[in-house]
């Protein structure tokens, strides 16, 4: 059903058996209609033959049977005329339907290159490098003027890329990673009003702007990002931006690594008890990003001589590490990815729960309806 939806959608090219498939689908179904038609013919054609044979008569004035007798293989020759016949007539069918369907969707306001657009998107969104005059032919095909930088437009739910290929005309929609996907034209890639305005009220995974080159790398963060966030349906659906993400995208892009970061460089912490390792934890990352105590005291909100005695609790853990430069930096590395993949693990478990109970909200079980009117309850 996914193939046929998506073939009938135009993301997917009939494969040649489907065509020929349909082909002797509609042979069928005419040699069906005609059959009767073209036997009633035969049947007519052969009894006046018939007949003139019969009325035939010699010179001596009696009747003689002077048909010839059929030759072997001419009532064979007959049924093959008949189905060349039949194959003519589907054949010229098929061409009148195509014929008829090229009008149809004509009038519909089916973009003419749309074949070509597609072939555009697989082209620009493939590993391979395709060349210059390649891709320019395409786009003059497609008429889609070749920019020279695009961003990625992942939806929420595949039927939202075909709304907003209506929005936006100059979008070019296709399929990757098993999903569609938009690409448009990106000429400055600080101006993102336009792109916020159109994406109003969607939730949206818009990838960061490159050039056509690059144009599948914008697609896989994309999708990456809208594997991190999770929709939130209603009046808190928006668009979220890779250019605002790409410090998290780039922790959590291997999330088996980050583990193994974490726990390479917080080892000294695995002796604690879960509530003081998260103390120190917080107040070791607010310290590094602030660069001193009061500046994080001042973010958790406490005063700087708590920070002071848990920085000493950490330098007894950690010893002299903490005044070089590296080891800071992958402490921090590890510090904030263990908190983003946290967040995440909240941000899921969090739309999870709204779910449920929206369903339990909405559907209420009929069994135990029925086992409290039983019991009289």
């Known amino acids: 059903m996914e193939e046929a939806l998506l073939t009938t959608l135009g993301y997917k090219e009939r494969s040649r058996e489907q065509t020929d498939e349909c082909q002797d689908l509609a042979e069928n179904q005419v040699e069906t209609e005609l059959a009767p038609e073209l036997e009633t013919a035969g049947r007519s054609t052969a009894g006046s033959r018939e007949a003139a044979h019969e009325c035939e008569i010699t010179h001596e004035g009696r009747r003689d049977d002077i048909r010839e007798e059929a030759r072997p293989g001419s009532r064979d020759g007959i049924r093959e005329g008949i189905r060349d016949g039949i194959r003519e007539t589907a054949r010229e069918r098929l061409r009148v339907n195509n014929r008829e369907e090229t009008e149809e969707e004509a009038v519909e306001g089916n973009r003419p290159g749309e074949r070509a657009r597609q072939e555009l998107f697989r082209t620009l969104t493939d590993d391979r490098v395709a060349s210059d005059s390649s891709l320019t032919e395409l786009a003059e095909a497609a008429g889609w003027p070749l920019p020279l930088a695009v961003r990625a437009i992942v939806p929420a739910t595949p039927g939202e890329a075909q709304q907003l290929a209506g929005v ?210």
């Open 168 to 377: 936006m005309e100059d979008a070019l929609v296709g399929m990757f990673a098993g999903r569609p996907c938009l690409l448009v034209p990106s000429p400055d890639p600080e101006v993102r009003v336009p792109l916020e305005h159109l994406l109003r009220g969607r939730f949206a995974a818009v990838g960061h702007a490159v050039p056509l080159r690059d144009t599948a790398s914008s697609l896989r963060w994309a999708l990456r990002l809208v594997a991190l966030t999770p929709s939130r349906p209603g009046l808190e659906a928006r668009a979220v931006f890779v250019d605002d993400h790409l410090s998290t995208l780039l922790l959590l892009q291997d999330e088996p690594l980050a583990h193994a970061l974490a726990a390479r460089w917080l080892r000294p912490l695995a002796d604690l008890t879960p509530r003081q390792s998260e103390r120190l934890e917080v107040t070791l990352l607010a310290w590094l990003e602030g660069g001193g105590a009061p500046e994080a005291a001042k973010a958790l909100s406490v005063h700087p001589q708590t920070v002071r005695y848990r920085m000493r609790q950490l330098e007894k853990l950690f010893g002299t590490g903490l005044r070089d430069p590296r080891t800071r930096f992958e402490l921090e590395m590890a510090l904030r990815s263990r908190r983003l993949m946290a967040q995440v693990r909240r941000q899921h478990s969090r739309v999870t729960r709204r779910t449920a109970r929206v369903i339990q909200a909405d559907f209420t079980p009929l069994v135990v309806g029925r086992m409290a009117r039983v019991n009289g309850l």
